[in-house]
């Protein structure tokens, strides 16, 4: 089948991005990524490697990438955190992990706040928590209440402290009744 286009530029392009990639890998083999080994830690050197990485980037995803490119941007976006991370103190590497935990700490914390809040929200109104929908109470109270009003769900009745009769309603309407006659009406419901 003939290549189109769209399809030989795609393949051009990534044959391209290739090229440059296994160039600077050649480079970077050959010197330290700040230039030459005699050479002292240029910061605008730096600062302009990842720019033009961030540039090949963009390039990249602008483009739509296919399965085949989506290799190469990944490759790009991880030579580009080396670099960055080779420019991090230990201090800041440090930080940004440090960040990174207290963000999942708390992303985990909030999922179990939320399961928490729509639980108590569900139980109070009779609905099952998977019915509810929102993240905030406001937004899990008034789900509830558009559901019980809808399908006019009423939240079921205890029964009598005496433990007789139906559920919620007395047996012997106030009135004082004997055994027998408890036996009797227990009987009819």
Do not use: C, Y
């Not at 390039?59 to 991370?85: F, H, S, V, W």
């Not at 109470?137 to 009423?154: M, N, P, Q, S, Y």
């Not at 029964?159 to 055994?179: C, F, R, T, W, Y």
Request: glycine share 4%; proline share 4%.
């Amino acid at each position: 089948m003939a290549e189109t286009p769209e399809e030989k530029k795609t393949r051009e392009d990534a044959e391209a991005a290739q090229a440059v990639i296994d160039a600077k890998a050649k480079a970077e083999a050959e010197q330290p990524p700040w230039g030459d080994d005699d050479a002292a830690f240029d910061a605008e050197k730096a600062k302009a490697l990842i720019l033009n990485l961030r540039d090949e980037l963009k390039g990249m995803k602008a483009k739509k990438p296919d399965t085949a490119n989506a290799a190469k941007i990944a490759q790009l976006e991880a030579e580009l955190e080396a670099i960055r991370d080779k420019e991090r103190t230990e201090l800041e590497r440090e930080r940004v992990r440090a960040d990174n935990a207290e963000k999942k700490l708390k992303d985990k914390e909030d999922a179990e706040t939320e399961a928490d809040l729509r639980k108590e929200i569900a139980d109070a109104s009779g609905i099952k928590p998977s019915l509810l929908r929102g993240k905030t109470r406001e937004e899990l109270e008034a789900h509830a209440k558009e559901l019980v009003d809808e399908f006019k769900i009423t939240k079921p009745k205890a029964p009598p402290a005496d433990g007789q009769g139906d559920a919620g309603s007395a047996v012997n309407d106030g009135k004082e009744m004997s055994a027998d006659e408890i036996v009797t009406a227990a009987l009819k419901h």
